[in-house]
């Protein structure tokens, strides 16, 4: 069973920094790709940043807002991904959630994360 940890969120001033770490049971090699998501109260969960696995050529995908501000990093020897947040916004509190995805006989297994909540005061 895979499973996928998150920890890092809290509550931060606007303009501040935090890093959210995901940790999975599996080997990252066995993920396509690796992400995270976010859900604000009353709106759909929505793409943060994602990252094709093991393809270090490849450029990470951003959320529009995300870009500039939010860096999604993976250490595969750790079996861990990170979203590094700067200049933190109001509009940016959310539960934060970590995904990843397996692609096997050509059907998709998505996991998910608990979630981590991230509050940023104005």
């Known amino acids: 069973q895979v499973q996928l940890v998150e920890s890092g969120g809290g509550l931060v001033q606007a303009g501040g920094y935090l890093r959210l770490t995901c940790v999975t049971s599996?080997?990252?090699?066995?993920?396509?790709?690796m992400g995270w998501y976010r859900q604000a109260p009353g709106k759909q969960r929505e793409l943060v940043a994602t990252?094709?696995?093991?393809?270090?050529?490849?450029?990470?995908n951003y959320a529009d807002f995300a870009k500039g501000r939010f860096t999604i990093s993976v250490d595969n020897a750790k079996n861990t991904w990170y979203l590094h947040m700067t200049s933190l916004k109001p509009e940016d509190t959310a539960a934060y959630y970590c995904?990843?995805?397996?692609?096997?006989?050509?059907?998709?297994?998505?996991?998910w994360g608990q979630g981590t909540q991230v509050t940023v005061s104005s």
């Open positions: 599996a080997s990252m090699h066995s993920f396509n790709s």
């Open positions: 995904h990843a995805d397996q692609r096997i006989g050509g059907r998709t297994n998505d996991y």
């Open positions: 990252v094709i696995s093991g393809a270090s050529t490849n450029q990470p």
